[in-house]
């Protein structure tokens, strides 16, 4: 037979595919990647768009999208090249002014803006102090708004007016809330919102001035991401972009946080993707070996065989990708819209990628997962159309399994981004499946001598497990994926939220004190513990800036918007301490007590900024502290809970290095609701101290933890449907078998009903196997993910102890279920078709 030429064969496969799709035969290869592409096209769409909901949700930190900020005014083509895209604009300039009243006078933090302001969020203010909060447009101008707490330190009212540089205005509102007031989280003074129209006529802007020009942009991703690449290179030195993500490192760790949690309910579905994908493809080769020897015969070479049957698979797999991907996109339609009165209205549509995705993992997992079968149709010996019991040359099935993991691994990596996930998840599972695999294996084995004396239907159900146990052991391993992909998911729902949650109490923090002079510590302390419940240690505070490592300019060992970058282009806030403070905790080196004796004092540096730094321990840092130079030694490395809400501190020194220093205290307290006349008798008793209110940014917190929970819940339907998708895949891969074995028992006189009963002693043995398997898998994994990717301290969870029960159960009665087929075929037909 001469070879065929590319397009024959091609035909060729195309009416073998669609003569087997009218036969039914392939209708389980392409229901198991519909299933695994639509669940992963559809948690991908529900994880993107509501990850950028909440990252445009947190973006009100920032009163918008994104943030061009500098301490000189943008560049005319900076402002331009935004309008061109098509972004809404709004300007802002921030800087700090001095109000003054007949009794008192205080330094302000002023924002004025233009009527555009904000982008994002709403403006809220009252009438009166403490009356009832209204939304709605910034000031007109000639009018200016401010805090409560200038009115109760100044004794102003409403109505009054106020002198602001060389202008005077009118106080026309109470600022209540400004979207972007938690970005800057330290501000230390009561703030004043005011038009930008009467800025010129204020005259408090000169050059030397310390301002900060502010350009607020809000648009369509693919604008601001345009926007972003093309305004970057042109940034000059004092000029920086910032998004939701940089403008709060509590907002940015709560996303990062979110975006971990969702990536892993991705994961679990491509892994159950691979197995459904890898038991349907087994199947289809194995039902393909008498076709593959009759082609043989007939001509085809061992390469056209192999490339017959792989054009078969991959014109199924794209169909049925595509066919996978437009139901996951319109599930997440369906999906949005029954949550349309828990989510935020506005979400982003999500693009192509997470469809292009989906479509990828299908392909990539078929690719991979039929390897070992496609390969081995390709050895099939001619032979086997007259001798049956011929089967193929065995292929190197570990080097190509291994190559399907590895790439499965690569896809899982890609949706997550995450090493650390990728390698606790799949490391976890293979680790747990080689060893329980090998236990079970020898389990089953073991079984032999209990077979005799067991009830007839138990010696039939296991003597189907113990005729091929490797067979068994790998769909106890299967199904074992699937109620551990199960668990995990409902674990990470109950548990690791729930760890989360707890690292926001009820009574966090939600105001910080600053300024506390040290005459007033002690009283200020005792007045804090009348209030609050569990106020947070006095830390002094000295700013300084560290201008130099090893004798070296550390502007430059730090690369552009690094950590390090960012954090030597202002002061810090330097403090000593003779204890670690509490959720601190030392990496690398030894605390004070502990130290070797030094020339120079001890500093105590927070581990991300020390790597963004290059420090190691004994390195020399000098720091300029109130026009004067000081140096201390790099004594040791901490890790810091930036997310509790309590003063932090990226460098701690040893007592008695800058208490010759004029310093301040700082703290923080929670302060129960509604206790706002409380809070203005204590600014008053103190005067000096400034109080400020993060109530806004807790609650931003808390809300994204609530939308985590419920896009949790619902992604766990779509991996509970994927792996009842397995489930019924795995045993349609062994159906054949079994119809013919059920049609030899009953032309031998068997029962249906001792059919039946052998059939639940089998799978309820299979799933009691995969539930201790699972059980013990998500032990392990979640002690991984604890470690190693979340930081958390684990323990045990006894309830994962019912899996054996539920296994048993789950897969007893779908076992049943789907082979109920083979008690139903005619054993004459079985018996004249073998």
């Not at 003779?578 to 004070?592: I, Q, T, V």
Request: net charge positive; aromatic share 8%.
């Amino acid at each position: 037979m001469a070879r065929p030429p590319f397009l024959r064969l091609l035909m060729l496969a195309v009416r073998q595919l669609l003569r087997d799709a009218r036969a039914g035969e392939l209708r389980v290869l392409f229901f198991a990647l519909l299933v695994a592409v639509s669940a992963s096209t559809a948690i991908g769409y529900f994880s993107a768009r509501l990850h950028d909901g909440m990252l445009r949700h947190a973006s009100e930190f920032l009163g918008a999208d994104l943030l061009l900020t500098g301490t000189s005014p943008a560049a005319p083509e900076q402002i331009a090249r935004g309008r061109q895209l098509g972004l809404e604009h709004a300007q802002l300039v921030e800087f700090s002014s001095v109000i003054t009243s007949d009794v008192a006078i205080q330094l302000v933090s002023v924002k004025a803006a233009d009527d555009h302001y904000p982008l994002r969020g709403q403006l809220k203010s009252a009438a009166a102090p403490y009356g009832t909060e209204q939304s709605g447009p910034g000031p007109r101008p000639g009018e200016v708004w401010a805090e409560a707490r200038l009115f109760a330190a100044l004794g102003l009212r409403v109505g009054d007016r106020i002198e602001l540089g060389s202008t005077t205005l009118r106080l026309s509102r109470v600022l209540t809330y400004l979207p972007d007031e938690a970005g800057d989280f330290y501000s230390l003074n009561p703030h004043v919102l005011m038009h930008l129209d009467d800025l010129p006529a204020a005259g408090v802007v000169q050059p030397g001035s310390r301002v900060r020009y502010r350009e607020q942009w809000r648009g369509a991703p693919e604008a601001l991401t345009a926007y972003r690449q093309t305004i970057e290179p042109t940034l000059a030195a004092n000029q920086r972009l910032e998004d939701a993500r940089d403008s709060s490192r509590q907002v940015g760790g709560a996303l990062g946080r979110a975006e971990r949690y969702l990536n892993l309910a991705s994961l679990a579905a491509v892994l159950l993707a691979g197995v459904a994908v890898a038991l349907s493809a087994a199947r289809f080769a194995f039902r393909r070996f008498d076709n593959s020897a009759l082609l043989r015969c007939l001509g085809l070479s061992r390469r056209q065989a192999l490339g017959l049957f792989g054009l078969q698979l991959a014109m199924l797999g794209l169909v049925a990708s595509l066919a996978g991907a437009l139901l996951g996109w319109l599930g997440q339609h369906g999906l949005f819209y029954l949550l349309e009165g828990l989510l935020p209205a506005d979400l982003p549509a999500g693009g192509p990628g997470p469809a292009l995705a989906g479509i990828a993992t299908g392909l990539v997992a078929l690719a991979g997962f039929a390897l070992p079968p496609l390969a081995a149709l390709g050895r099939v010996p001619p032979l086997r159309v007259l001798r049956r019991d011929l089967l193929p040359v065995p292929v190197s099935s570990w080097l190509v399994y291994g190559a399907a993991l590895l790439t499965l691994g690569l896809i899982m990596w890609r949706l997550s981004l995450d090493v650390q996930l990728t390698l606790a998840l799949l490391g976890g599972g293979l680790l747990t499946a080689l060893l329980l695999g090998a236990g079970l294996l020898a389990g089953l084995r073991s079984l032999r001598s209990a077979l005799a004396r067991s009830a007839l239907p138990w010696r039939l159900g296991l003597g189907q497990l113990l005729h091929r146990p490797l067979a068994a052991t790998g769909q106890v391993l299967a199904f074992g994926l699937i109620i551990l992909a199960m668990a995990l998911i409902a674990l990470l729902r109950g548990e690791l939220l729930d760890t989360w949650q707890e690292q926001l109490p009820a009574q966090a923090p939600n105001h910080f004190a600053l300024n506390v002079l040290p005459t007033e510590k002690e009283a200020f302390a005792a007045r804090l513990a009348q209030l609050s419940p569990h106020p947070a240690p006095l830390y002094p505070v000295v700013p300084g800036r560290l201008v130099m490592v090893n004798g070296e300019p550390v502007r430059q060992l730090v690369s552009k918007d690094s950590q390090g970058e960012r954090a030597i282009r202002r002061d810090l806030s330097l403090t000593w301490a003779a204890e670690l403070p509490e959720n601190n905790r030392l990496l690398r080196g030894d605390w004070w007590n502990r130290a070797r004796a030094s020339e120079l004092p001890g500093v105590s540096v927070e581990s991300k900024l020390a790597e963004s730094l290059n420090l190691k321990i004994g390195d020399r840092l000098s720091f300029s502290v109130g026009g004067l130079t000081r140096e201390a030694r790099v004594s040791n490395l901490r890790e810091v809970d930036w997310n509790n809400f309590q003063p932090n501190f990226y460098m701690i020194f040893e007592p008695g290095t800058l208490q010759d220093l004029p310093f301040t205290y700082l703290t923080s307290f929670y302060l129960p609701a509604r206790q706002e006349r409380e809070l203005v008798e204590l600014a008053r008793t103190f005067p000096a101290v400034t109080l400020l209110q993060v109530d806004a940014l807790l609650a931003q917190l808390r809300g994204i933890v609530a939308q985590v929970s419920l896009a949790i819940e619902y992604v766990l339907l779509f991996v509970l449907a994927a792996g009842l998708a397995v489930l019924f895949a795995g045993l349609q891969s062994t159906l054949d078998e079994r119809i013919r074995q059920g049609a030899l028992l009953r032309a031998l006189g068997a029962e249906r009903r001792l059919l039946i009963g052998a059939r639940r002693a089998e799978f309820a043995l299979l799933g009691a196997a995969s539930g201790l398997l699972a059980a013990l898998g998500c032990e392990l994994i979640s002690f991984l993910l604890y470690r190693f990717a979340f930081d958390l301290s684990w323990q045990p969870h006894p309830w994962l102890l019912s899996l054996p029960l539920f296994g048993a159960l789950l897969v007893g009665a779908a076992g049943v279920l789907g082979t109920r087929r083979a008690l139903n075929v005619s054993p004459l037909t079985v018996l004249r078709e073998g």
